[in-house]
C-alpha cells in the first residue's frame, strides 16, 4: 500500500525525535502537493527495514550477540590466561577451550579447582601441599575475578549500547538545523564545528547529557545529578542547542541572508584556501576556517 511523502516524513521525524510541530516540518509538510505525492510500498519498507529505533535495537537478536561476544571475549581471554599460567594442560585444558560458551568455559575452570584440591588432601609432603595451596590460592582469585566480571558484563553491555544511541541522537538534532553558509561550506563541517561549541557549553555550564532510553530523550543534569534550570524554569537539550547555536551565530535567519555569519568571519581573516571538489570546482574555505581558528583559540 503506498504511502504519502507526509505520512513518511512525519513517521520519520517521530523516530528520529524530532517534533512535528517543529517549524522545518510545518513547513515540509505544508506544501500539499509533496505531503500528497504517494511513494511506492517497495520504497517506504525498504528503508523502515533498514532503521533502528532504541526499541528495536534493544530487541534486534543480531546485535545483541554481536556486543555481548565482544564482552565476553575479555572473560574468554582471562580463562585462556589462567590455563596457560598455571600450566592446566591435558583432557582438562582442551575440555576448557572445546567449549563454545564462556559460562562453560568457567565451569571447567571450577572442575580443575576442584581437582587441585582433592589433590592437595591425598599429598603426603609439606612442600607439595605448600605449592598446591598457593596454586589454589591464585586460582581462587582468578575465580573470584571472573565472578566479578561476570556480574557487571550486562551493566557494561547496557551502558555501552546506551551511549551509542544517546550519540546518535545527538547527531541526528545537529544534522536536522539549517546552518547559515551551507553554500560554502560542506555541512558535516557545520555540524561538528556545532558540537565543537554545544559541548564547550555544556562543560561552561558544568552540565551532563542524561538519556532515557524508554523515553528516547536526552536531558540536562547539573553536576548534582538535579535538572537544569534557568530564570526558574526547567531547560530542554533541544532549547539549549538552539540558544548555543543562535548566539554563534550559527543558524541560518529567515531574510538576512546569512550577513552576521558572513560578517563574524570576515573579522577573522586568513588567506584563502580551497579544497578542489569532484566537479573541479574550488571552493573558498577561509571563513570556515577563521571561524574554527576562532573555537579553537578560546576566544
Known amino acids: 500500500m503506498a504511502t504519502t511523502a ?23 509538510l505544508s506544501n500539499s502537493e509533496f505531503s500528497n505525492y504517494k511513494i511506492p510500498e517497495s520504497v ?7 532503521m533502528l529505533t532504541p526499541d528495536s535495537a534493544r530487541n534486534n537478536e543480531a546485535l545483541r550477540r554481536h556486543y555481548h561476544a565482544e564482552i565476553l571475549n575479555g572473560l574468554d581471554n582471562n580463562i585462556e590466561s589462567v590455563i596457560e599460567r598455571f600450566g592446566i594442560d591435558g583432557d582438562i585444558a582442551d575440555s576448557v577451550r572445546n567449549e563454545k560458551k564462556t559460562t562453560e568455559k568457567y565451569n571447567r575452570l571450577i572442575e580443575r579447582l576442584n581437582d587441585l584440591h582433592a589433590k592437595k588432601a591425598a599429598t603426603t609432603t609439606r612442600s607439595d601441599k605448600q605449592e598446591l595451596e598457593n596454586e589454589i590460592g591464585k586460582l581462587n582469585n582468578q ?23 544517546k550519540t546518535k541522537a545527538i547527531q541526528n538534532m545537529l544534522t536536522s538545523y539549517n546552518y547559515a553558509g ?22 561552561e555550564y558544568k552540565i551532563r547529557l542524561e538519556y532515557n532510553t524508554d523515553q528516547d530523550n536526552i536531558s540536562l543534569k547539573t553536576e548534582s545529578g538535579m535538572d537544569f534550570y534557568k530564570d526558574n524554569s526547567p531547560v ?13 551565530k550559527l543558524l541560518t535567519i529567515p531574510g538576512a541572508n546569512n550577513a552576521p555569519t558572513q560578517q563574524a568571519a570576515s573579522q577573522h581573516p586568513l588567506p584563502a584556501p580551497t579544497i578542489i571538489q569532484g566537479n573541479g570546482k574550488s571552493q573558498d574555505m577561509s571563513r570556515y576556517l577563521a571561524a574554527l581558528d576562532e573555537i579553537s583559540s578560546g576566544r
Open 6 to 28: 507526509g505520512e513518511f516524513i512525519t513517521k520519520l521525524a517521530q523516530m528520529a525525535g524530532l517534533s512535528t510541530s517543529d517549524p522545518d516540518i510545518v513547513s515540509i
Open 44 to 50: 517506504t519498507s525498504r528503508i523502515n527495514g533498514s
Open 143 to 165: 575465580v573470584r575475578d571472573l565472578n566479578e566480571k561476570l556480574k557487571t558484563a550486562p551493566t557494561e553491555r547496557d551502558s555501552f549500547w546506551t551511549e551509542k544511541l
Open 182 to 203: 551551507e553554500k560554502d561550506i560542506p555541512k558535516d563541517v557545520l555540524i561538528e564545528t556545532a558540537s565543537v561549541l554545544l559541548n564547550r557549553k555544556l562543560n
Open 236 to 248: 530542554s537539550f533541544k532549547s539549549f542547542a538552539d540558544s548555543v547555536l543562535a548566539e554563534s
